[in-house]
């Protein structure tokens, strides 16, 4: 049984050049244990994503206008402010991009730990520090006792992080959402970041939601992947099956853009490539599919009709579906 379930959610933001559909019929399930990875470029939906599902998406001017938010089965989606405090932190926790600019500046980290841990369980001062200090060593940090008396400023970017994982795993959630959560650490610090959350997974169980550009994180510690552009859904499935066999022009492309090292490097180089234009606005999309304008393969019913997901056949994985009128599946419709 899935523990996270999102079916058909649409979130529409009204802006001075009409309404934006910012999300268009997003549907993701992930059970427990379970890491769904979530790519695409800039503006595609991925964290609005993140935030609908945790209760933050700014109203005004965004609403979620259609669509259900299940966590264990529970209705989530309409549930009211009072209700998603409880829900976020205790059963489902985020990791946000900048730890820089969401732990605050004035407070100790072991402080900033412990307030969730006093809010959703109701611990007393010195448990809850106590477990905050329990939190920043599971977490990999060093003398934690010293470090949760520190402040964020004192702090690495790489530690600063571990401390936003701290926080958000402090509560023991049964999600949880990380969302580019290795954005401006080095190389090193990113593949550490990567690795612990991998090992929380597998010794917590806890049921990740991964947000990211990296298509090799995405292979490395995705179970499922969800492909997003312009707020939708273009192709999902079991990560091996859909970075092994990419169905969706967009898809190809992404890992067409992943550089490769040579073992061996010879004097022919092969060219990185790039897709070319950039992701449309959202409040002047066509009729058709949104890609279409920069997809090498487009033919005229791309501009005329926007593609649904369906199953890729003859793949023998069920849930390996992509929306494109130029697949092989849909050969004859063309």
């Known amino acids: 049984m899935a523990v996270l379930r999102v079916q058909d959610l649409v979130v529409d933001f009204a802006t001075r050049q009409g309404n934006a559909r910012v999300l268009d019929h997003i549907s993701l399930e992930i059970d427990e244990g379970e890491i769904l990875g979530i790519v695409g470029e800039s503006g595609c939906g991925k964290s609005m994503t993140a935030l609908s599902i945790m209760g933050l998406v700014p109203s005004p001017p965004g609403n979620i206008t259609a669509g259900s938010i299940k966590l264990d089965e529970r209705e989530i989606a ?14 489902i926790g985020m990791i946000f991009q900048e730890p820089m600019s969401s732990l605050n500046p004035v407070f100790t980290v072991g402080e900033q730990i412990a307030e969730s841990v006093r809010l959703h369980e109701g611990a007393d001062s ?30 690495s970017g790489g530690m600063r992080q571990r401390v936003m994982i701290a926080i958000a795993l402090a509560c023991n959630p049964r999600v949880l959402i990380a969302d580019e959560p290795t954005t401006a650490l080095d190389t090193t610090v990113q593949a550490q970041i990567f690795d612990l959350l991998e090992e929380l997974q597998k010794n917590r169980g806890t049921a990740i939601v991964l947000i990211t550009h990296d298509m090799g994180a995405v292979a490395q510690l995705a179970d499922k992947i ?40 010879t004097k022919q180089r092969h060219p990185l490539l790039e897709i070319p234009g950039v992701v449309p606005s959202l409040t002047e999309l066509g009729e058709g599919c949104a890609f279409s304008p920069r997809c090498d393969r487009m033919h005229s019913k791309c501009l005329q009709h926007q593609p649904v997901l369906e199953t ?23």
């Open 78 to 91: 309409g549930a009211s402010s009072e209700q998603m405090r409880t829900i976020r932190g205790n059963e």
């Open 126 to 155: 010195r448990a809850a520090f106590a477990r905050a200090v329990e939190m920043l060593q599971a977490v990999g940090i060093p003398e934690p006792e010293k470090r949760a008396r520190a402040y964020p400023h004192e702090l």
């Open 226 to 265: 969800a492909v997003m552009y312009a707020g939708r859904i273009v192709e999902t499935g079991a990560v091996d099956d859909v970075l092994s066999n990419p169905r969706h022009p967009y898809t190809r492309g992404l890992i067409a853009c992943v550089p490769h090292l040579q073992v061996k490097p």
């Open 312 to 334: 890729v056949p003859d793949t023998g994985d069920n849930s390996h579906r992509v929306a494109c009128w130029v697949t092989e599946a849909r050969a004859d419709d063309v």
